[in-house]
Structure formats: C-alpha cells, structure tokens
C-alpha cells in the first residue's frame, strides 16, 4: 500500500519513467542472467589465477594463452576460413541477387534451390556430407571415374576447401534473400538517370546499388562472420573432437579446454575472441557509416 | 535540337495490358509538347518509351531522322527530369550535374564552365557543394533540370516534375519551366496530369485516356473546341457542366431542353447542319461555368435558368456557385457579388452561343 501511494505522488514523467523499467525489467533480468553477468564473471575469471584461490593474476592468463600452440593453430585456422569463408559469403550471395534480379527464367525455382539447405537438420546435412565426401564416398568414387586418384577429403589439405563448401551452401540462400530484398529498395529512378546519362552496368553496381546496399552489406557481413564461428557444429559432427590440423577451430580448442576444466585458459580465450569482434565488427560499422551515411533516412 | 516522330506506337505490357494504343504524333523541333491526362492514361509509357526505359511493342519511333525503337537510352541524345528529383545523394550539387558529363569522359575544365554556366541560369551557384539533403525541394528539382540541361540533348524529357513541390512552389517552378524552355529553345516533353500546368506551359497538349490519345491541339483550341466529352471535362477548371438534354424543335427555333430549364440554340450551332438528325433526341450538352453570368450582363443569344444555392466558394476575384436546377447539378464561375447563400433562388444567364453539345453515343462532339 505504502508503495502504491509513492508511486501516486509522483509526476506524470517519474511515473512513465519507473513502469517503463518495470515494463523492462523481465527482459532485462533474462539478460542479465544469461548474458551480461556471466561475460562480467568470464571478465572476472580470466584475470585470476584458479577459481579457488582466486588470486588477481593481472594478464598472465592472456599471455599463456598466447604461447599456447593449441590456441595459435585455432586462431590462425579460425582467422584463415573467417578470412575466405566470409568474403565468399557475401560477395557470391550478391551476385547470386543480383542474377536473380535479372529478367532470367526459372527465377522463383532458383530461388527456392538455393534457399532449401537453411530447411534441413544439420544433422541430416553433416550425414549427407559425410556420404558425399567420405574416402570411399560419392565424390571420390565420381573422380574415380575420370582416373583421378581418391582424396581423403577431411583428413589432408582439402578439408578446409569441404568446410567452406559446405558453409557456403548453407548460409548462400539466406543471404541472398537479404541482398535481394536490398535491391528491390535501390530507387528505380536513380537507375534509371544512370541508364539515360550513359552509365555502364558496373559502374551503376559500384555507384549505385552499394551505396545502397551498404546496410544489408554490413549485415550480411556480420551474420556471415558470426555463422563462420558457428561452423564448429559441423565440422565437429563431422571429425569429432579433434580434426585434421587445418579444422582445428577456435571453438574445438575452447570444448576441449572446457572439457579439461581449464576456466582461466577458457574465460582469457572467450575475451580475446570478444574483443576481437567488437573490433571487427566495430570496424565493419565505421566502414558502413562513412560509406552508406547519405543514402540512410 | 530535334523533332519527335511517332508512327502508330504501341505498348503492351506483360499479361497483355494494353498501356499505350495507336499512338501517332509529330513533334516538331523546339515545340513545348504536354501530355495530359489522369492517372493510368499512358502519357508517362510514352515518356518512358522515348526515352529508352520502356520497349516498344510496336510501330515506329524517330527521333530527328533516326529510328530509335531499339536504340539505348544513353545514345539517345535524350535528358530525363523525374518527379521526385532522382539526385544522388551521396553527390554534391555541383557532381550530380557533371554526371552525365564525366560519364561521358569530357575533359574537366569543360565540365566545371558547362556546369558553372547552367547554374548562374538557374540561380545554383551558391549550392554547388551541397548535397541533396541540404536542399529544399525546388532547389532539388533545379539541380535534377540542371542536370539534363548541362548535357546540351536533343530533346528534354520532363515526368511529373512539380508534383512533390507545394502549390506556391508548383507555380513558380511553373513559370521557370517555361522562361527556360524559351531560353533554350530546345524540344520538351512534358508528362503532367493537373490541367492548370499543361494549359499554362505547352504549345500543344496531348490528351490521352486509357492509352489512346483523344485530342493533340494548342491549349487555346483545347479550351474552346474540345473533341470529345472526355477532353471538354478534363479541360477547364472548374470543369464543363455536362448534362443530358433533348433538342426540341419550335416556333422560336430548335432548344435544348433538360432537367431544371431550357436554353434556346443560336444560328451559328444550328448552320452547318450536323444537328438535323439529332433533332427529338437525346443529347450531352455542355456548358463552361465561365459561361453563366448575371443577369445585367446579358449576351447576345441567352437562356435563363432558375436554380438553388447548395454552396458557394469565394476564389478571390470570383465565386464559384454550386446550384441546383431540378435534377440538374451545375457549377458556375461568377463575379464575386454574385455570392449567395446556401437555399438562396437564383436566376442565371448562359451564354447559349458557347454550348456545346456531344453524341449521347459516341461522347463525340457535334457542335
């Protein structure tokens, strides 16, 4: 009753104020639960020296993480697919809308084609994959043919080449729909005024339809940075804990030191990514707004 | 410079929608050529097609000499002003009207006098660094007239360029138009669907309705000896009170007798005979609210007609009446003490020598 009576007294303002937090505070606490305290103990973990101790260690952690080989062999393959993986994501999903875009026939099948891997299970993918690409699976019994001799597709030099496919073919459709979305919101005039003073079709894509597409580009850049991550999942459905040097990613070096319980190591590796990707992705906006700032609102 | 030549065009769009029929015009070089009617009519088609934005389906068309049907845009020697400016955003003033310049590849020095010159004409020169969204909306469609203006084209393609602008806007960029069309010289096409714009700005107007063009002639020949029903209605404002009649034959001479009155035909409708046959029957007759006035001003050959106010609306220098003669809804345009109040009786002359009257049948006009 006291409670409701200070809240009566205030003025209209406080009053929005304070039902607007309460509104808020549901969401707010599942965040904070789930995300903001966990990041602010993972903070808090990689500058000790051991949780029971709990001794401040400073940025030890961070420089032993450094000198790990397991964690170099992760940054460095993680870094390599993000760095081919990623580009080929975005540029080819352009490319893909803007063919899509063109008076072609078979428009709206194509379409659907490219977007049906977001349909299937990754574990139904991995299995098809796993078929396609094992020693004596569908692919090299089909090179076989040609006399080609049989490739260990996942065990030597080829399997990042397998990962990128096989993340391409998944997250190409998505993208595509994102960029193609994009295009159809390029004015049709300004196209047009390039048609009639004499532009060339690149020149009205780099000019014109970048400039307008600059905010599904940085999105389509981010998902894809993030889904490069997230291709952990099948490469360890499809190798398992430890992989061929060259699948090593990030993600197996932290399961497997999660696995040996090694909190400081795990907690000094998770930062590092974060930060990494606050400036990537930092990066990435600066780019955006320096590049799409007269075309927005 | 150059003359526009179209020889039975055609438009059809995917699905068999048929945007533009028959479409046969010759504009000559230099001409000021509005294309006039509502919206779906197909005058904007028909911008589009001479600009290389819209295929041809079918017949021929010539820019000069030159068969263009399959011709790019670009080398059509043609500029293009879009209703809502087209600017490029992330271009300053001064680059959105070198556009077509650099694309072009003429040297620098050329393009910086070309453009400088063309925005001492139209009053840009402090905004030569800005960009677009610093600028009003008059100022945006300056820049995009500058822009086709720099390129020196044969011929300059104008879509609707003031509808985004506000009314006061609308009439100054009006009077711009045309000051800068008298300037260059050079042929305009200029696609518009408010009457007041084309009468004002054109040479000749081409009407249009449902893609087939129902009447080409100067404003003037428009206004006065209108083809058909649609064109009496579309031209003038406020538009022709049209409404069913039957021409009766008397003593006093043939009337057209209708719902709320009669007015008496003068000889000069009557002369040329096309009438005769129509003599008993039913008929469309037209009358210009300009052509009402009051009682002390009496023409030659007058009818009187006995109405009610329902509203009148004060314009300024004139009222526009909303009166009722029996079933009979009419407008006219009258001097300012001719206001009334709504339920007020009224007796209106018409001035019986400019009537018109269409084919119930055909909307055709017979006299």
């Known amino acids: ?297 | 410079m150059a003359s526009i030549t179209f020889k039975n065009i055609r438009k059809v769009y995917p699905g068999g929608v048929v945007a533009v029929e028959d479409f046969n015009l010759e504009i000559t070089d230099g001409e000021f050529v509005v294309l006039v009617g509502p919206s779906g009519c197909g005058k904007s088609t028909t911008l589009r097609m001479i600009a290389g934005l819209e295929a041809i389906t079918g017949g021929e068309l010539y820019l000069g000499e030159r068969l263009i049907n399959t011709v790019a845009p670009k080398d059509r020697d043609i500029s293009m002003v879009f209703q809502n400016y087209a600017l490029y955003p992330h271009l300053t003033v001064f680059d959105n009207m070198a556009f077509g310049l650099k694309l072009r590849k003429i040297p620098k020095k050329i393009i910086r006098e070309k453009v400088e010159e063309v925005a001492e004409i139209l009053d840009l020169r402090e905004l030569l660094q800005r960009k677009p969204k610093a600028l009003s909306g008059g100022q945006r469609q300056r820049v995009a007239l500058g822009r086709a203006i720099v390129r020196d084209p044969a011929a300059f393609l104008l879509d609707e360029p003031l509808s985004n602008l506000d009314a006061k806007l609308r009439t100054q960029m009006r009077a711009e138009i045309t000051k800068l069309h008298y300037k260059l010289g050079a042929t305009f096409v200029y696609v518009t669907h408010d009457q007041t714009e084309a009468m004002t700005m054109g040479d000749r107007l081409v009407v249009m309705r449902d893609g087939f063009i129902q009447q080409v002639d100067t404003p003037q020949r428009l206004y006065e000896e209108p083809a058909n029903l649609f064109v009496a209605g579309f031209i003038g404002s406020p538009q022709m009170n049209t409404f069913d009649a039957v021409l009766t034959k008397s003593e006093h001479g043939v009337s057209a007798v209708f719902d709320g009155g009669q007015l008496p035909l003068p000889p000069r409708l009557l002369a040329d005979g096309a009438l005769d046959s129509y003599i008993g029957k039913s008929v469309i007759l037209g009358v210009r609210p300009e052509s009402f006035c009051l009682e002390d001003q009496l023409p030659e050959v007058c009818g009187m007609i006995d109405a009610g106010v329902e509203l009148s609306e004060l314009v300024g220098a004139e009222v526009y009446l909303y009166v009722k003669a029996g079933d009979t809804q009419l407008i006219a345009t009258l001097p300012t003490r001719a206001r009334a109040n709504p339920g007020a009786r009224v007796r209106l002359a018409v001035d019986c020598e400019k009537l018109y009257i269409f084919d119930k049948e055909t909307e055709a006009r017979i006299s």
Do not use: C
Request: cysteine-free; hydrophobic content about 55%; proline content about 4%.
């Open chain 1, 1 to 297: 009753m006291k409670l409701k009576e200070r809240f009566d007294r205030l003025n209209d303002r406080a009053r929005d104020r304070v039902s607007g937090f309460l509104w808020l505070a549901p969401s707010f606490l599942g965040v904070a639960v789930f995300y903001i305290v966990p990041f602010g103990v993972i903070i808090y973990y990689s500058l000790i020296d051991n949780p029971i101790s709990r001794n401040f260690v400073f940025l030890d952690n961070f420089k032993a993480l450094f000198q790990n080989e397991a964690f170099k062999l992760a940054a460095s393959n993680t870094l390599k697919f993000s760095a081919v993986a990623v580009p080929l994501a975005v540029v080819l999903a352009l490319l893909l809308a803007l063919l899509l875009e063109a008076r072609i026939p078979l428009k709206s099948q194509f379409r659907t084609f490219f977007l049906s891997p977001m349909m299937v299970p990754v574990a139904s993918i991995v299995l098809i994959w796993q078929v396609l690409f094992h020693y004596n699976g569908v692919i090299n019994e089909f090179i076989a043919l040609f006399g080609a001799d049989k490739i260990d597709w996942l065990q030597s030099e080829y399997n990042q080449l397998v990962v990128i496919t096989l993340f391409l073919w998944k997250n190409l459709g998505y993208n595509m729909i994102l960029f193609m979305a994009a295009l159809s919101n390029v004015p049709r005039e300004l196209l047009e005024v390039a048609d009639v003073e004499g532009a060339s079709p690149l020149y009205k894509l780099f000019a014109v339809k970048l400039r307008y597409l600059s905010p599904t580009l940085l999105f389509v850049t981010i998902l894809s940075l993030i889904n490069s991550f997230k291709v952990f999942r099948e490469v360890y459905l499809l190798t398992g804990d430890h992989p061929y040097e060259g699948l090593y990613m990030l993600q197996h070096f932290m399961n497997n030191i999660f696995k040996a319980l090694d909190y400081q190591r795990l907690a000094s590796a998770a930062v590092t990514l974060a930060i990494a990707m606050v400036i990537i992705i930092g990066a990435l906006f600066i780019a955006e707004n320096r590049f799409g700032r007269d075309v927005e609102g």
